[in-house]
């Protein structure tokens, strides 16, 4: 079992349509938690970062993280053609200097 | 103002053969990190270096994967004698000491044929 799960899709919703995706992870020690987007032959850049349980919103992203279920979600609301990429959720590998668990990311397709 | 990047873009090589890909992180970064991401997989970390430290290798597949940092800037990572099951994207992302964000490259695309 890999340490972080995330469905990969693809999740096609129109524009305009609230996007809702999730990981789940099974170490307990995980505190920070990342979404990235990354576009077509592009590197990921950074989306949200929260550090352990709560709630993060930034525009339009909405990063939620509940520990006690092990479960992250990452929600885009009022989406766009150019929401369209796929998102990986990571986690910061503890006492390890920055280090990040991926899961293996869900594309996204918003249709106009 | 410039970024992390990684040459070449793309590489095709023949199995055997050793690649060396290249990674130019931001000015002043400490801390540089190489990941691969196989088609359809996330990113898998390889290997870390953080400022004078000794790095962590950890995440290297095999011994014919090696990395090295001159000078606390630019990094190499060589695979010798590549197999078909290298062929991946390589990225390689650079961060400041006293934050948490890792900046990305575009990343290298290795084709072993």
């Known amino acids: 079992q890999k340490e972080v799960e995330q469905d990969p899709g693809p999740l096609s919703v129109p524009e305009g349509a609230i996007v809702s995706l999730n990981c789940t992870y099974s170490?307990?020690?995980?505190?920070?938690f990342m979404w990235y987007r990354q576009y077509s032959r592009k590197g990921p850049e950074l989306l949200m970062y929260t550090y352990s349980s709560g709630n993060k919103e930034d525009g339009r992203f909405t990063a939620q993280v509940d520990k006690s279920s092990k479960y992250i979600s990452l929600f885009i609301r009022d989406s766009q053609p150019s929401d369209s990429a796929t998102y990986l959720c990571a986690m910061r590998v503890p006492d390890s200097w920055g280090k990040l668990q991926f899961g293996a990311g869900t594309q996204v397709v918003v249709t106009p | 103002g410039a970024g992390v990047s990684q040459s070449p873009s793309n590489k095709v090589t023949e199995k055997g053969k050793d690649v060396e890909l290249r990674c130019d992180p931001i000015s002043g970064h400490t801390a540089l990190y190489w990941y691969r991401q196989s088609l359809g997989q996330g990113l898998e970390f390889l290997i870390y270096f953080q400022g004078n430290s000794a790095p962590d290798k950890s995440g290297l597949p095999s011994d014919r994967f090696s990395a090295e940092r001159t000078g606390g800037s630019v990094s190499t990572l060589t695979i010798q004698r590549t197999q078909q099951e290298d062929s991946a994207v390589y990225l390689c992302a650079s961060r400041a000491g006293n934050q948490e964000t890792q900046y990305f490259g575009p990343g290298t695309r290795l084709l072993v044929l």
């Open positions: 170490n307990s020690a995980f505190q920070y």
